[in-house]
């Protein structure tokens, strides 16, 4: 074959890729439940706005708004990178402290 060929061949395959890829991606559906109707020990994900921050060394609280607030728990590392206001995703699970659920994020971005 030649170049010209070979050229065409990889172009058109990319584009075909590219174009499943995102016929794809529409039909994917993320799971996400409300916390409040979440159970202890439930794994899942879930989403908020951030309306108050409190970090040290190990730990880091955030106080994360859905319909009502409720206090997500990062050990291990310090984000205080994230500020009130931001709209971060979570996953981990739900833990009962104290009588009150609490959500321990495993891993944690904003969007």
Do not use: W
Request: aromatic letters at 10%; proline letters at 2%; charged letters at 25%.
């Amino acid at each position: 074959m030649d170049e010209k060929t070979l050229l065409k061949i990889s172009l058109l395959t990319s584009i075909i890729g590219i174009a499943l890829l995102f016929v794809i991606s529409l039909n994917i559906e993320k799971e996400e439940k409300s916390f409040q109707l979440l159970s202890p020990d439930d794994y899942t994900t879930v989403s908020g706005k951030i309306s108050k921050v409190y970090a040290n060394e190990n730990i880091t609280f955030l106080t994360v708004y859905q319909n009502k607030p409720f206090t997500a728990v990062i050990i291990g590392e310090s984000y205080v990178n994230f500020n009130e206001g931001d709209f971060v995703e979570m996953r981990g699970n739900v833990q009962d402290y104290n009588g009150k659920k609490e959500f321990v994020a495993e891993e944690i971005r904003k969007i």
